[in-house]
């Protein structure tokens, strides 16, 4: 897959405790082609425990974004993927 223009901001710590540890990501400019697996799969590395595409719920049509969680420090993975 082609993701130059992936972004990748954090968005919600799992808990204020492990906050630097895991969280969850906003990932946005997605294909509308892109699938849950698509997203589990780029992620894999930083530990993904769910990656949820977003869709409209009128039409079923994808918002090009997902909500991704991951267990490694998340300042890292935004580094890493941000503009990958």
Not at 31 to 46: E, H, M, Q, R, V
Not at 48 to 61: I, L, N, P
Request: with cysteine; net charge negative.
């Amino acid at each position: 897959e082609d993701w130059h223009h992936l972004r990748a901001r954090y968005t919600l710590p799992i808990s204020t405790a492990n906050m630097a540890m895991a969280g969850t990501l906003f990932v946005g400019n997605l294909p509308f082609n892109t699938s849950d697996d698509d997203i589990a799969l780029a992620f894999a590395a930083y530990g993904c425990t769910s990656a949820k595409m977003q869709f409209h719920e009128d039409s079923g049509r994808s918002k090009g974004w997902a909500l991704v969680t991951v267990s490694t420090d998340v300042p890292t993975v935004v580094a890493a993927m941000h503009d990958a």
